[in-house]
């Protein structure tokens, strides 16, 4: 049986003034997550490869603006406003809302600002709202009027749904060749599949994985994990491939991460 990945922010985790986070149970959003960025307060955090989309609304004291963004490629600062209040929406690797116009290649790698007229009095109920639950709840039920359909389910949505659970399944550790013989169908096809809902093909997602999996371990087993035993038991060559892949990914490497997250817990 396999478990997708939780995806991870440490950064932001670790320095967003009274964070809140909400884990829903819903089967396209991860989780809703909420922090302030006081005047002259630092709002710049590094972002890291998690797969996923997030949508997030800034909210001012005279108006609330509203940003999505995909997966990250490697590790990049990413900008909120000062003076505001931020509510997240983080959607499960391949679940996303995109407004009409924008696909999930757009918005790889990169934050776009919506249309205010794309969520209106949305908007609006979610800046007044009283906590990060009624958000999540008003939100939610946004979808629902629109009767918003996540993702159709045809031949490629099968095929993306059957990569994603082998890719979770062996933790990022397995082939388009192997994906391919397994599901019957063409690397070529299984590649088209997968990124017309995800923006990044197969093997990068895979690479995430990983890397998020990684992530995980270092949080969870603290300072005295060693490293490279890690490295080797998460699918990495050797620790040169490790430290690589990882520095290029966190913006640092395996040992320093480890150093200052354990000092600083916490997940967004």
Not at 14 to 36: D, M, P, R, V, W
Not at 86 to 92: E, L, P, Q, V, Y
Request: hydrophobic share 35%; net charge neutral.
């Amino acid at each position: 049986m396999h478990r997708e990945i939780t995806p991870m922010q440490p950064y932001l985790a670790a320095q967003a003034k009274e964070l809140q986070k909400l884990t829903l149970q819903n089967a396209e959003i991860s989780h809703c997550y909420q922090f302030k960025v006081g005047k002259g307060q630092a709002g710049e955090f590094c972002a890291v490869p998690d797969g996923s989309t997030d949508l997030v609304f800034s909210i001012g004291q005279r108006d609330v603006k509203v940003f999505i963004g995909g997966t990250v490629l490697w590790a990049k600062q990413w900008q909120f406003e000062e003076g505001r209040t931020h509510f997240g929406i983080r959607f499960r690797a391949g679940k996303n809302v995109l407004p009409q116009g924008i696909t999930i290649q757009d918005v790889v790698n990169a934050d776009l600002e919506l249309d205010q007229a794309e969520y209106g009095e949305t908007a609006e109920k979610i800046a007044y709202a009283k906590d990060i639950r009624q958000r999540a709840e008003i939100f939610i039920e946004y979808c629902r009027k629109k009767q918003q359909v996540w993702q159709e389910f045809d031949s490629a949505r099968a095929i993306e749904q059957f990569v994603r659970k082998k890719i979770y399944e062996n933790r990022g550790n397995i082939t388009i060749h192997e994906i391919g013989e397994e599901s019957g169908y063409s690397e070529c096809y299984v590649r088209r599949s997968f990124q017309g809902f995800h923006g990044i093909s197969p093997k990068v997602f895979a690479r995430f994985v990983r890397f998020q999996y990684m992530l995980e371990l270092i949080g969870r087993e603290g300072k005295q994990v060693d490293l490279e035993q890690l490295g080797l038991a998460c699918g990495y060559y050797d620790q040169s491939h490790m430290t690589r892949e990882f520095k290029a990914f966190a913006g640092m490497a395996p040992e320093s991460y480890r150093n200052y997250i354990c000092n600083k817990p916490g997940r967004a």
